[in-house]
């Protein structure tokens, strides 16, 4: 993750763009000089959060599972982050009730590395795979919630991701997406930003130069998506998918 006006500064001057495979090294690097110094270099407050062994699982996360599988059995809400960087953003505490929070990343071996260098022991290790490739990991209908933040739009395929956040939710669950619009236009379509994310009637649409993908059509009727502006934070949307559990009573068959 270079700098935003770096990466504009070398687009415009250079009139080149990043490889994907150089924007994972750069992605590497970044993470690399932001966990050192206690996160002064990035920001200590949250390093501090993701460090907590008591880092509270969210409220809007909290209202997923209060609506989802874990909720009708009283068991552990399973919830999965997808693209979770070495400190996942997604907290696990929440007191009377088990949450128990899968991270996983593609770099996640280098994260170990850095981790290692640094002596650092997160709360939660980020494991190793792709958003393209959970099924080669994880069981399908497996999760009660599924979250990415600020990471689909650093993969190689989005639509494939998303596909793959659906199969391993569980019927009845629920899928959270929170990103910045149409970041790779933002940023010249340099290293890992190779795809746009945005808003239209409420689907999730992934665009770049070639491709035009809507959610909705990809994911079909087995599937409600909602997709709005977060009022909190400029140019950023988030994304619900809930995967409709046709066994319940008054959820039409898909
Ligand atoms: C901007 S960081 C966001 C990290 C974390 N979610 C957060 O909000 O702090 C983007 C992350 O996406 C990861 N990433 C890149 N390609 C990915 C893919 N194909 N599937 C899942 N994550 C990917 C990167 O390795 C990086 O850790």
New binding site residues.
């Given amino acids: 993750?270079i700098p935003r006006f770096l990466q504009r500064i070398r687009h415009l001057v250079l009139d080149d763009t990043t490889s994907y495979d150089q924007g994972?090294l750069d992605?590497a690097a970044f993470?690399r000089k932001s966990l050192a110094n206690g996160g002064r270099n990035w920001d200590a407050a949250a390093f501090r959060m993701r460090m907590d062994p008591k880092f509270e699982f969210q409220p809007h996360l909290r209202e997923l599972a209060d609506k989802s599988p874990a909720a009708r059995s009283g068991g552990p809400v399973q919830v999965l982050?997808?693209?979770?960087?070495p400190l996942s953003?997604v907290g696990h505490h929440w007191p009377g009730r088990e949450v128990r929070l899968t991270a996983?990343?593609?770099?996640a071996d280098t994260f170990d590395q850095i981790l290692a260098e640094l002596d650092l022991h997160p709360p939660t290790r980020t494991r190793k795979a792709?958003?393209?490739d959970l099924l080669g990991v994880f069981a399908q209908d497996t999760f009660d919630i599924v979250v990415c933040?600020?990471?689909l739009d650093?993969?190689?395929d989005p639509l494939l991701?998303v596909r793959q956040m659906f199969a391993v939710t569980r019927p009845g669950g629920w899928i959270f997406l929170w990103h910045y619009r149409n970041e790779a236009k933002e940023e010249g379509y340099a290293g890992?930003h190779q795809w746009n994310l945005d808003e239209e009637r409420g689907d999730l649409v992934l665009w770049n130069r070639e491709h035009r993908n809507s959610t909705r059509a990809a994911l079909g009727p087995a599937a409600v998506v909602d997709t709005r502006p977060d009022p909190a934070v400029a140019r950023a949307i988030i994304t619900r998918i809930h995967k409709r559990d046709t066994s319940l009573p008054g959820n039409p068959t898909p």
């Fill in positions: 993750m994972l992605e993470w982050d997808v693209g979770a960087g953003a996983v990343d593609p770099l792709s958003g393209e933040s600020n990471a650093h993969s190689r991701c890992l």
